[in-house]
């Protein structure tokens, strides 16, 4: 059973960073398209940022150029990088593995950004 298990969210303010962990069990991160979502109150999951195995990145227009994916294949873990947050940013991020088609998630992290 693939595990995924998000870590780094927290209440920060307008303008200041974040980096969400993704570490990953039972599976191996290299071989596998990653990715995180993410899901504010009374909205829709949305889709934040993609990596593919071979490392190629892709980010929603929201995030583009604040955001960074990355992944640390020795370490079996993928990082969200997240700069000048702002409020509409507010949600809880989910990390995700995408085999084949069939999607694992995580717990979920909780990101707040204070006006």
């Known amino acids: 059973q693939v595990q995924l298990v998000e870590s780094g969210g927290g209440l920060v303010q307008t303008g200041e960073s974040l980096r969400l962990s993704c570490a990953a069990s039972r599976t191996s991160l290299s071989i596998y398209a990653m990715g995180w979502h993410r899901q504010a109150p009374g909205k829709q999951r949305e889709l934040v940022a993609t990596i593919t195995s071979g490392g190629s990145t892709s980010y929603a227009g929201s995030v583009k150029g604040r955001f960074t994916i990355s992944r640390d294949n020795a370490n079996n873990t993928v990082y969200l990088q997240m700069n000048n947050l702002k409020p509409e940013d507010t949600a809880v991020y989910f990390c995700?593995?995408?085999?084949?088609?069939?999607?694992?998630w995580g717990q979920g992290t909780q990101v707040t950004v204070s006006s």
């Open positions: 995700y593995q995408n085999r084949a088609g069939n999607l694992y």
